[in-house]
Protein backbone atom coordinates (compact mmCIF):
# COMPACT_ATOMS: atom_id res chain seq x y z
CA UNK A 1 0.00 0.00 0.00
CA UNK A 2 1.40 3.62 -1.10
CA UNK A 3 0.21 6.86 1.05
CA UNK A 4 1.16 10.50 -0.48
CA UNK A 5 0.39 13.50 1.08
CA UNK A 6 -1.07 13.55 4.73
CA UNK A 7 -0.99 9.92 6.51
CA UNK A 8 -3.83 8.59 7.55
CA UNK A 9 -5.40 9.16 11.05
CA UNK A 10 -3.86 6.28 12.39
CA UNK A 11 -0.41 6.17 11.01
CA UNK A 12 1.93 7.21 14.56
CA UNK A 13 -0.77 7.82 16.57
CA UNK A 14 -0.91 6.79 20.14
CA UNK A 15 -3.28 3.54 19.49
CA UNK A 16 -2.55 0.20 17.94
CA UNK A 17 -2.86 0.70 13.87
CA UNK A 18 -0.96 -1.33 10.96
CA UNK A 19 2.67 -1.64 11.12
CA UNK A 20 3.70 0.22 8.33
CA UNK A 21 6.99 0.82 6.52
CA UNK A 22 8.09 3.19 4.65
CA UNK A 23 10.72 3.21 2.07
CA UNK A 24 12.13 6.34 0.06
CA UNK A 25 13.87 4.74 -2.90
CA UNK A 26 14.75 1.67 -1.68
CA UNK A 27 15.48 2.81 1.81
CA UNK A 28 13.66 2.39 5.13
CA UNK A 29 12.75 5.77 6.11
CA UNK A 30 10.18 4.74 9.05
CA UNK A 31 8.53 1.69 10.66
CA UNK A 32 5.44 2.15 12.78
CA UNK A 33 6.44 -0.72 14.95
CA UNK A 34 9.28 1.31 16.27
CA UNK A 35 8.12 3.36 18.86
CA UNK A 36 9.17 7.20 19.03
CA UNK A 37 9.32 9.76 21.59
CA UNK A 38 6.44 12.45 20.88
CA UNK A 39 9.15 15.25 19.99
CA UNK A 40 11.09 13.05 17.69
CA UNK A 41 7.94 11.92 16.09
CA UNK A 42 7.11 15.71 15.60
CA UNK A 43 10.74 15.93 14.31
CA UNK A 44 10.11 13.41 11.32
CA UNK A 45 6.87 14.62 10.61
CA UNK A 46 8.13 18.07 9.81
CA UNK A 47 11.26 17.07 8.06
CA UNK A 48 8.81 14.56 6.28
CA UNK A 49 6.44 17.47 5.35
CA UNK A 50 8.69 20.49 4.95
CA UNK A 51 10.09 18.79 1.65
CA UNK A 52 6.32 18.54 0.67
CA UNK A 53 5.57 22.22 1.55
CA UNK A 54 8.68 23.62 0.04
CA UNK A 55 7.52 21.55 -3.35
CA UNK A 56 4.21 23.07 -3.40
CA UNK A 57 5.38 26.19 -2.89
CA UNK A 58 7.93 26.09 -5.40
CA UNK A 59 5.03 24.89 -7.66
CA UNK A 60 3.04 27.84 -6.71
CA UNK A 61 5.71 30.17 -8.00
CA UNK A 62 5.72 28.16 -11.21
CA UNK A 63 2.09 28.46 -11.52
CA UNK A 64 2.16 32.32 -10.49
CA UNK A 65 5.01 32.69 -13.08
CA UNK A 66 3.38 31.10 -15.78
CA UNK A 67 0.52 33.17 -15.87
CA UNK A 68 2.55 36.71 -15.64
CA UNK A 69 4.36 35.60 -18.86
CA UNK A 70 0.79 34.50 -20.30
CA UNK A 71 -0.31 37.77 -18.85
CA UNK A 72 2.52 39.98 -19.71
CA UNK A 73 2.29 37.61 -23.44
CA UNK A 74 -1.28 38.70 -23.92
CA UNK A 75 -0.58 42.58 -23.04
CA UNK A 76 1.99 42.43 -25.21
CA UNK A 77 -0.07 41.22 -28.51
CA UNK A 78 -3.04 43.70 -27.43
CA UNK A 79 -0.61 46.37 -27.84
CA UNK A 80 0.92 45.12 -31.16
CA UNK A 81 -2.81 44.74 -32.48
CA UNK A 82 -3.52 48.12 -31.79
CA UNK A 83 -0.21 49.93 -33.33
CA UNK A 84 -1.32 47.69 -36.42
CA UNK A 85 -5.04 49.12 -36.19
CA UNK A 86 -3.48 52.39 -35.24
CA UNK A 87 -1.41 52.38 -38.60
CA UNK A 88 -3.62 51.14 -40.86
CA UNK A 89 -6.56 53.98 -39.76
CA UNK A 90 -3.64 56.51 -39.99
CA UNK A 91 -3.05 54.68 -43.73
CA UNK A 92 -6.63 54.98 -44.53
CA UNK A 93 -7.07 58.36 -42.99
CA UNK A 94 -4.32 59.51 -45.42
CA UNK A 95 -5.31 58.13 -48.41
CA UNK A 96 -9.18 59.30 -47.40
CA UNK A 97 -10.45 62.55 -48.13
CA UNK A 98 -12.10 64.20 -44.96
CA UNK A 99 -15.63 64.64 -45.00
CA UNK A 100 -17.50 67.98 -45.62
CA UNK A 101 -18.18 70.26 -43.61
CA UNK A 102 -21.72 70.81 -42.34
CA UNK A 103 -23.01 73.62 -44.42
CA UNK A 104 -25.39 76.16 -43.06
CA UNK A 105 -29.36 75.64 -43.66
CA UNK A 106 -29.38 78.31 -46.11
CA UNK A 107 -26.87 79.39 -48.26
CA UNK A 108 -26.48 82.99 -50.10
CA UNK A 109 -26.33 83.65 -53.43
CA UNK A 110 -22.80 84.64 -53.51
CA UNK A 111 -21.74 81.89 -51.61
CA UNK A 112 -23.60 79.39 -54.39
CA UNK A 113 -22.12 81.09 -57.14
CA UNK A 114 -18.53 80.60 -54.85
CA UNK A 115 -19.18 76.71 -54.87
CA UNK A 116 -20.34 76.72 -58.14
CA UNK A 117 -17.18 78.54 -59.54
CA UNK A 118 -15.12 76.17 -57.37
CA UNK A 119 -16.90 72.91 -58.76
CA UNK A 120 -16.53 74.05 -62.32
CA UNK A 121 -12.83 74.76 -62.00
CA UNK A 122 -12.66 71.37 -60.56
CA UNK A 123 -14.16 69.49 -63.05
CA UNK A 124 -12.37 71.52 -66.16
CA UNK A 125 -9.17 70.27 -63.97
CA UNK A 126 -10.21 66.77 -63.80
CA UNK A 127 -11.70 66.31 -67.24
CA UNK A 128 -10.41 69.03 -70.11
CA UNK A 129 -12.95 67.45 -72.56
CA UNK A 130 -15.91 68.60 -70.16
CA UNK A 131 -18.78 71.05 -71.64
CA UNK A 132 -18.72 74.55 -69.65
CA UNK A 133 -21.66 76.37 -69.31
CA UNK A 134 -22.29 80.01 -69.97
CA UNK A 135 -22.13 82.07 -67.08
CA UNK A 136 -25.94 82.03 -65.63
CA UNK A 137 -26.96 79.26 -67.08
CA UNK A 138 -26.73 77.33 -64.14
CA UNK A 139 -30.34 77.09 -62.10
CA UNK A 140 -30.24 79.81 -59.48
CA UNK A 141 -30.62 78.50 -55.95
CA UNK A 142 -33.42 80.85 -55.04
CA UNK A 143 -35.68 79.09 -57.84
CA UNK A 144 -34.02 75.21 -56.86
CA UNK A 145 -36.74 73.47 -55.17
CA UNK A 146 -34.81 71.31 -52.40
CA UNK A 147 -36.96 68.15 -52.27
CA UNK A 148 -36.40 67.27 -56.19
CA UNK A 149 -32.21 66.44 -55.28
Request: negative net charge.
Amino acid sequence: MQFSGEPPVWYRSPGSGPRVRVYDGGTLVDDTQIRLSPEDDKSMRETAFRALQEEQQLEAIKRLERTARREESRRQQEEREAARAQTKTAEVSHTTESPPEVLPESLDPEMVDRLKSIISSYDRANNPEAIELPAGSAPDATQTDAATY
